[in-house]
Each structure stands twice: as C-alpha cells, then as structure tokens.
C-alpha cells in the first residue's frame, strides 16, 4: 500500500485505542511510513534495470522479482520483530517514551498486517521464499485496490481526526 494508506489507517486505528492520538500525529505518521524507505533503493534499483532494457514505463513492485528488488527483510515479519525488539530496547534504556514505544510498535505492525493482506509478500524470508498474493492478482486490480482503500482509509481518518 502506499504511504497515504498506512497513514490513514494507522490513525483511525490507533485513535480508537488512545484516546488522544491527535497529540501524537506526527509520531503515527512517522512510523506509519519509515518501513517503506528501504522502498527508495529497490525503486532506483528497478529503475536502473529497465532503463537497461529500455522498459521504464510500469515501475512499482507488480511481480515477484520486482516486490523482492523493492520489499527488503524489513518488510517481512523478521524484520518487523526486530525492530519492535529495537524499540522497545530504547524504551528500556529510557531513550523514548512508553507511548512512543507503543505508537511505534503498533504502526510497525499494523503495516506490516496491512501489506501482507494487499500485496505480494514473502513473509516467511529468509528461511522460505514462499510468495503469499492474498487478494488483487492483477495489475488492474492492484491498481484500483490503491485508490478504493486509501479513499475509505482517508474517510476513516477524517472521522476519527475530525469526529471522534
């Protein structure tokens, strides 16, 4: 999904479970996106390889070779631990707030739930390489799947921003 998306629901989600998430928006938005910048590598590297073969149109992760070229380990559930483990080691060490802490470990996880269910993963990398596609199989579909969920995730922001 992208960035928007996750932002999206990450507040309506977190806003149902703190009741003053509005304080913490900039904090939802930051880690609601900072999985997604292992994405800017994989982008340039794909760039670079259809430039090669002079195919520069379609860029965005829509096979499996280009989903592993975009999506790092970061992105799968080991990767998603370890950053939690990461997190709550400097909550710890009193590096950052209990509640920053949570914030971050719920939009880490809410991402990486919402991804798995929209997009092509390999969630069991690197001991297995087993691609899981749930739902949105073709390039049409994924591409209307993105507009649909980002307007019903924007609807479910503005009510919990502006309602709730």
């Avoid at 096979?63 to 997190?87: D, H, N, Y």
């Avoid at 087993?130 to 980002?150: A, D």
Wanted: glycine share 4%; proline share 4%; with cysteine.
């Amino acid at each position: 999904m992208n960035g928007f998306a996750h932002i999206f629901l990450n507040f309506a989600i977190l806003s149902l479970i703190l009741p003053n998430a509005k304080l913490f928006l900039i904090p939802i938005i930051i880690f609601s996106v900072i999985v997604d910048l292992d994405h800017i590598l994989g982008y340039i590297s794909e760039y670079r390889e259809k430039k090669k073969d002079r195919v520069i149109e379609n860029l965005g992760p829509h096979t499996l070779k280009e989903t592993m070229l975009v999506r790092s380990i970061i992105q799968e559930p080991i990767g998603i631990f370890i950053l939690c483990i990461l997190i709550y080691v400097f909550y710890l060490i009193d590096v950052v707030k209990p509640i920053i802490a949570l914030i971050a470990i719920l939009c880490l996880v809410l991402h990486w739930t919402l991804d798995f269910l929209t997009n092509i993963t390999l969630p069991f990398r690197p001991f297995n390489m087993k691609v899981v596609n749930l739902f949105f199989k073709t390039k049409k579909s994924w591409i209307i799947k993105e507009f649909v969920l980002t307007f019903i995730f924007a609807i479910l922001f503005g009510l919990a921003y502006f309602v709730f």
